[in-house]
Structures are given as structure tokens and as C-alpha cells.
């Protein structure tokens, strides 16, 4: 049976994260507020439960989940080496609303759908997100509504969608304004823009020092 816990409340809010955590470890499904919309999340290397996580969203491998992080320097264990620009990205605008397409470390072993060799990572700016995030280590994130569905704002909305699919909801109250987070793409020659979010492409192109346009 799903649990809910109330974040805004200091014995709750810890209840809920040991909660999460012990769920997240044992390849259960969990959501948790970011600084975005909601989020349905699984330990990144898991496969079962990612796939667990696809099919409560009643998504296919053709449209894989991203990765979120708890710590900048987490990013250097997963990633075939560190591109300068992704760097630089991250400093500018970790934890926050940018995500960033690197290769990932051939050597790690988990299956995020069709990503070719590819990961889409972001460090969210939410203190629930990176209490978990920091216990539990990377986890495979994506918006907490089954496919086709609005994303979820609150997780009373995430619940209504989700239902026992998932094992513990992080109540962390409204998330806001539903916008996404603007995803670049670090993999190719030249940096492009997949989906211009809450990060303007201006603000990109000017920590990057050129310009950067949407993927061909």
C-alpha cells in the first residue's frame, strides 16, 4: 500500500525521506517535489525498477528517463569524460533548471531506455530532492503522470494518476508554475538546444560564449 508523507512537517518530512530511501534501495517506486514539476524515481541503476517506473508512466524504452543528482561531483563517475561546456553549464546553473546530454561511462550498468550511449542529467534545486538524492545516490527521474496526462503540481495529483503503482509520495507541497527544465545537448560537435525550459537559451549561449540553436 502507497504511503504519503508530509514534507512541510520536520518528523514527517524525516519519516518520508527514510521511507523513500529504504523503497528506493529495495527497486520500488518513489515521488518526490522538484524545483520543476513532480517526480516519479527509481534507482538509476536498477533495470527492474526502471522499467517498472516506464510502464506506471505506461511509457515505452523509445523515450528514456533522465538522471537527476544530488552533487556536482557526482556527475564525474557517470560521464565518458567531462566536456568543458557541460563544466561550465554546471557551475553556472546547478542546482537548478538545466539539463545537460553527455555520454555516459561505457562501464556503468543500467538501461535508462534508447539512449545511445547517452544520459540526460540534472541537479535539481529542491532541499527534498537533494535529501534523498544524497542518501540514496542517482536516481532515474521523470515527471510523476502516466503518458499523455498532465505533469503533476502537487503529489495529490501525482497519486490520482499513479496510485499504487508507486510505494512513497514526498509531499513537498505545490511545485508552481509546471515549466520544464531547458535541456542542451553536450554530445555532438557543436552544443544544441533539445527544449528551451525555464533557462533561456540566452543565458546558455552566454555562459557557453556562443551561440547555441535547436537540434537539426
Not at 76 to 94: C, H, K, N, S, T
Not at 122 to 147: D, F, K, T, W, Y
Not at 182 to 204: C, H, K, M, N, Q
Request: overall charge negative.
Amino acid at each position: 500500500m502507497s504511503a504519503v508523507y508530509d514534507c512541510g512537517e520536520p518528523h514527517t518530512r524525516s519519516d518520508g525521506l527514510k521511507a523513500a530511501a529504504s523503497a528506493v534501495r529495495s527497486g520500488r517506486l518513489v515521488v518526490l517535489p522538484t524545483d520543476t514539476v513532480y517526480g516519479i524515481g527509481a534507482d538509476a541503476f536498477d533495470a527492474s525498477a526502471v522499467r517498472a517506473l516506464l510502464e506506471a508512466k505506461n511509457r515505452g524504452p523509445d523515450m528514456p528517463v533522465g538522471v537527476l543528482v544530488g552533487s556536482w561531483s557526482t556527475v564525474d563517475g557517470l560521464v565518458l569524460g567531462m566536456p568543458r561546456q557541460a563544466r561550465a553549464l554546471i557551475e553556472a546553473f546547478w542546482p537548478g533548471d538545466l539539463s545537460i546530454v553527455v555520454a555516459h561511462a561505457p562501464s556503468l550498468q543500467w538501461n535508462l531506455g534508447t539512449t545511445r550511449g547517452t544520459v540526460m542529467l540534472r541537479m535539481p534545486l529542491h532541499p527534498v530532492a537533494l535529501e534523498l538524492l544524497r542518501e540514496v545516490g542517482p536516481m532515474a527521474v521523470s515527471s510523476a503522470n502516466v503518458s499523455g496526462q498532465p505533469p503533476a503540481g502537487t503529489a495529490q495529483e501525482a497519486v490520482d494518476q499513479l496510485g499504487e503503482s508507486v510505494a512513497v509520495y514526498l509531499d513537498g507541497g505545490p511545485s508552481g508554475e509546471p515549466v520544464p527544465s531547458t535541456i542542451v545537448d553536450l554530445t555532438g560537435e557543436e552544443p544544441e538546444l533539445l527544449r528551451e525550459g525555464a533557462v533561456s537559451a540566452e543565458a546558455v549561449a552566454e555562459v557557453l560564449g556562443e551561440e547555441i540553436g535547436p537540434a537539426q
